[in-house]
T-cell receptor, first 117, second 114 residues
């Protein structure tokens, strides 16, 4: 089975531009989460989507937005790019069923390396 | 809020040495605990997990035991190989209706020399 896929692999943008990153989850998984990993640090949670609805949001500015499509793939959008947005953006998918109380393992894609100049 | 603290690296060992990477957590409630590994230029791979106190997660010779009394989840391996060189991340996930976001530690780089 294919794992989580992300595109593009690498991206170079300039300050003030807009970027869209894409993620396809593992087949059968309905939840997608996005994380930002700055060089030398642990990943930081940005968003989680389940069944096309936002289920969680981390401490990121409104320049960051996301959505999930009917086929459960997802896009992360970042507007007005800043130098500090340079990072590895990781997508993770999981089979998270609503109802809570259960652990749901997240599986990560290879990431998109964004460089802002 | 929830947080994870890992020992700072890099940790440098010779092949076949014993490995311990310390991880402690702070959480309101009883989280599930994870170790992920990141090889150079790649995403995160799940290494092992434990969902409740006293559970032991294990995979590929690595082990970690969920210790509620010390809020710890230390990673151990009896004999490391050069191929184990990577960055290791400890993480927690709260089990509730509000989502299943992961909170990560800062990572510990392991370097294994032949």
């Amino acid at each position: 089975d294919a794992g989580v896929t992300q595109s593009p692999t690498h991206l170079i943008k300039t300050r003030g531009q807009h970027v869209t990153l894409r993620c396809s989850p593992i087949s059968g998984h309905k939840s997608v989460s996005w994380y930002q990993q700055v060089l030398g640090q642990g990943p930081q949670f940005i968003f989680q989507y389940y069944e096309k609805e936002e289920r969680g949001r981390g401490n990121f500015p409104d320049r960051f937005s996301a959505r999930q499509f009917p086929n459960y793939s997802s896009e992360l959008n970042v507007n007005a790019l800043l130098l500090g947005d340079s990072a590895l953006y990781l997508c993770a998918s999981s089979f998270w069923a609503s109802g809570g109380g259960s652990t749901d393992t997240q599986y990560f894609g290879p990431g998109t390396r964004l460089t802002v100049l | 809020g929830n947080s994870v603290t890992q020992m700072e690296g890099p940790v440098t060992l010779s092949e076949e040495a014993f490995l311990t990477i310390n991880c402690t957590y702070t959480a309101t409630g009883y989280p599930s605990l994870f170790w992920y590994v990141q090889y150079p230029g790649e995403g995160l791979q799940l290494l092992l997990k434990a969902t409740k106190a006293d559970d032991k997660g294990s995979n590929k010779g690595f082990e970690a035991t969920y210790r509620k009394e010390t809020t710890s989840f230390h990673l151990e391996k009896g004999s490391v190989q050069v191929s184990d060189s990577a960055v290791y991340f400890c993480a927690l996930m709260m089990n509730n209706n509000a989502g299943n976001m992961l909170t990560f530690g800062g990572g510990t780089r392991l370097m294994v020399k032949p």
